[in-house]
């Protein structure tokens, strides 16, 4: 530690002593002067996964989810807080101390955990941000505009971790930028529900209601989707579909609250600033306001807005049948009141079709008396046509106008193919219920904001949101990656070793967006990433519970009494929690894979146990 750090940390520690002395006030007031890790997590945890997490379980479930975010993130604060408690208690490097009092094979899973989480979680932020500025904000949309976007998204993460590697001013410097990064994009979320509420589009009995847990919603859907599904053809398959999509979005939600790589970040962000046992009750208060306040209201905002907009509705222009088959329709009799395409196509309805599309399928193929394959064949003979047709257009007249042309007749007055036929004639209900589970993102939730806020004005203030989002995200990766790779090589967390290892989630992160995902994917990717993430975050749990309860390596500062025991209660439950979100995901995606993988970590952790234990007791 430098004489400069050492001076400011003892300065630091005078100040809050004598706060102590005059009172709860006083001590609050300094300990605001004094917050920085809490930020540092809150700009990492108001990133991509937060965006979609929220966005998606605002879609699926309305206000009725606004519970499930916070209520992980106190959790999560306990386990940090735990972790911060080791970590100024000992004054030792977590890794190291899991590794010697704890189980070598949990210190390594946990760093190898946060390693891979840093480099996987990357990518879609780097995705994220380029779809920020070229969709929201219409930045740097031309031929290269991608990689312009990847290369400032770098630049702007290397440059922020320069400064706090460089200690001392820098470290202030770094934390002011993150904390007003973490503002902008908090006041730009809080803005769109001030618009909304000031239009009275808001029913606050609800959204009031959403904030009380229900642990029904594992096993149920919610009452919106109930008429649709009692007038659908196959109400089981849509139940089914709805709420794998409804745990999904549960397990998202809750992963992205508190990731594993933040457990990782927190204490050696601490250390690193010369913080020990006197600032216990400042890392607390720093968890609990400059980590809890900013993601609640960030994510509710996202989740409220994204219900208002989009839950148990859809966009009825899927359901449109080219002009001429709407004249034919109407000729036959039909009126705006029958018709079940009377609404019109919009460049969002092209951009949701796909998803529409294979929603629609999915029922299709349960349908005992229709040969799937074989139309599908049929259709896709159609569709050659189709695209033919629109080169031949293109040739004669422009791609613009041709692309205007589609959203009147999609099929350029070749008419309907044998699966499309057969989409049409399904019954409202189901296309319905299909229409509504489309995949949206930000940039859709922004247009459809646009009758509040004005042409524009919704994309540039989402815009500037998912930005600040995805930047501050990318830079704590890259703090943490640092961390991550100067402990396992048994490195100072600084210098050349520090930044090489900060660089690395910068590189595949840019790499990884403008390779592994096509443009539409981009939004989309967060959620298996977040699945992936909700995976690893029971080894920590699982480490942090066994570290407060040991009393090797916390001697006289281990927690007695009725202390230990409410603390151990709460630690559990965070645990089970985190374990169940990760046993569902496991044996959704990975099956008894997943399980196996599982037992075999499990097993080598005992067995290194009694291993090293086995010496001691000779």
């Not at 904000?137 to 991608?146: H, I, K, T, Y």
Request: charged share 15%; proline share 3%; aromatic share 10%.
């Amino acid at each position: 530690m430098s004489d400069e750090l050492q001076a400011q940390v003892e300065q630091n520690r005078q100040l809050i002593l004598d706060a102590k002395q005059k009172g709860t006030g006083s001590t609050l007031l300094a300990y605001s002067k004094l917050s920085g890790p809490g930020w540092l997590q809150s700009a990492i945890t108001l990133g991509g996964g937060s965006l979609a997490g929220s966005l998606y379980l605002g879609i699926i479930a309305g206000y009725e989810l606004l519970w499930l975010q916070p209520l992980m993130m106190v959790l999560g604060i306990v386990m940090l807080s735990a972790i911060g408690y080791v970590a100024l208690s000992t004054k030792e490097r977590p890794f190291h101390a899991i590794n010697r009092h704890i189980n070598p094979v949990l210190g390594w899973g946990w760093a190898i955990a946060t390693l891979m989480a840093n480099m996987v979680w990357a990518m879609p932020q780097f995705a994220l941000g380029t779809a920020a500025m070229q969709q929201n904000l219409g930045l740097f949309s031309g031929e290269n505009g991608g990689i312009l976007c990847t290369v400032i998204l770098f630049s702007l993460g290397a440059g922020a971790v320069y400064f706090y590697d460089s200690g001392g001013r820098g470290v202030k410097i770094f934390d002011w930028t993150l904390k007003i990064m973490v503002a902008v994009v908090v006041l730009s979320f809080f803005g769109v529900v001030i618009a909304m509420t000031m239009k009275g589009s808001l029913p606050w009995g609800d959204i009031a209601c959403g904030f009380v847990p229900d642990f029904s919603l594992l096993t149920s859907v919610p009452d919106t989707y109930g008429k649709f599904l009692a007038d659908s053809t196959n109400p089981g398959f849509w139940e089914t579909k709805i709420l794998s999509s409804q745990r999904d979005k549960m397990v998202t939600g809750a992963a992205t609250a508190v990731g594993i790589n933040m457990t990782f970040l927190l204490p050696y962000s601490m250390l690193k600033r010369g913080w020990d046992k006197d600032f216990r009750g400042l890392a607390v208060f720093d968890l609990s306001t400059g980590l809890f306040v900013p993601f609640m209201v960030a994510v509710s905002c996202v989740v409220i807005a994204s219900a208002t907009q989009f839950h148990g509705k859809y966009d009825a222009g899927l359901l449109v049948k080219s002009s001429a088959e709407r004249n034919v329709e109407i000729s036959n009799g039909a009126t705006s009141e029958t018709s079940l395409y009377e609404a019109k196509r919009t460049k969002d309805t092209v951009a949701s079709e796909r998803d529409f599309n294979k929603n629609v399928d999915a029922v299709l193929k349960t349908q005992a008396d229709f040969k799937y394959d074989d139309v599908a064949k049929l259709q896709a003979k159609h569709d050659e046509k189709v695209a033919s047709r629109r080169d031949e257009l293109i040739a004669e007249k422009s791609a613009d106008t041709v692309a205007e042309q589609e959203l009147q007749d999609p099929n350029l007055g070749l008419g309907f193919g044998p699966l499309d036929k057969r989409r049409n004639e399904l019954a409202k209900a189901d296309r319905q219920l299909a229409a509504m589970l489309v995949g949206r993102d930000s940039g859709l939730l922004a247009n459809s904001l646009q009758n509040l806020t004005g042409p524009g004005i919704a994309q540039i203030v989402f815009g500037i949101g998912v930005l600040g989002m995805a930047v501050s995200t990318i830079i704590i990766l890259m703090l943490i990656n640092g961390f991550t790779i100067c402990e396992m090589c048994g490195r100072p967390s600084e210098g050349a070793m520090y930044r090489f290892g900060s660089i690395l989630p910068g590189l595949t992160g840019g790499i990884g967006a403008l390779t592994l995902w096509t443009s539409q994917a981009k939004f989309y990717v967060a959620e298996p990433t977040s699945i992936f993430g909700m995976v690893l975050l029971p080894i920590a749990y699982v480490t942090f519970f066994l570290m407060i309860n040991s009393k090797s390596l916390l001697g006289e500062h281990r927690p007695e009494g009725i202390k230990r025991v409410l603390l151990n209660l709460v630690l559990l439950l965070a645990l089970i929690a985190s374990t169940i979100g990760a046993g569902w995901s496991i044996w959704a995606k990975a099956g008894w894979y997943g399980v196996a993988a599982v037992v075999a970590f499990v097993t080598l952790a005992v067995v290194v146990h009694f291993r090293r234990r086995k010496p001691a007791a000779e």
